[in-house]
């Protein structure tokens, strides 16, 4: 129950606790349309806790988020797992009517966010939180050497027959350096 009416947080405030199923996951940080980069995409479970509460008309969001992912690997694209355990803060207020085009965003602005009409999603939250945890580069082990250009093939599990790529003749004189 990640969404709900604003007017239903009681006065004393509203405690969740939820457990993320991989098909929350798929729905959330999947890639369904094919617009989001492939390290957004993946499975999970997870869980999180949650206490929300409400100064009109702001909304506070304290939360603990522990996530167990497996996304592909940036080289080789094989599994490669990820795990999150998150404590957060979170202000919401409500979307004001104009906003500027552009602004700049500081670390600060993580804990800030908007809210719009009667509903609230924390699930939104949820997955905003996970996407900034993903690494730009998250791969299966330290030394993962990846695929072959030429053939495609894993090179964790051994090299592949291909003849070694010809040198730039642009950058040939390179070689010749010693740091």
């Not at 098909?23 to 806790?49: I, L, P, Y």
């Not at 730009?136 to 093939?153: A, F, H, M, N, P």
């Amino acid at each position: 129950m990640l969404k709900f009416r604003i007017k239903d947080i009681p006065d004393e405030g509203l405690d969740l606790d939820e457990t993320l199923s991989a098909a929350w996951f798929h729905e959330a940080v999947g890639d369904d349309d094919g617009a989001a980069s492939s390290a957004t995409s993946g499975n999970g479970t997870g869980r999180a806790q949650l206490r929300v509460t409400k100064i009109d008309p702001n909304i506070f969001v304290r939360g603990r988020l522990e996530a167990n992912l497996e996304l592909p690997c940036a080289r080789c694209l094989g599994p490669a797992r990820l795990a999150l355990d998150e404590a957060f803060d979170m202000t919401l207020s409500p979307r004001p009517k104009t906003e500027p085009d552009e602004i700049e965003l500081s670390a600060d602005d993580l804990a800030f966010g908007y809210y719009q009409g009667l509903d609230l999603d924390l699930g939104e939250i949820l997955r905003e939180r996970i996407i900034l945890e993903i690494p730009i580069s998250l791969t299966c082990r330290e030394d993962c050497k990846g695929l072959c250009v030429q053939c495609g093939k894993d090179l964790n599990l051994g090299p592949c027959n291909c003849p070694p790529l010809p040198i730039d003749p642009r950058l040939a004189k390179l070689r010749n350096l010693k740091a």
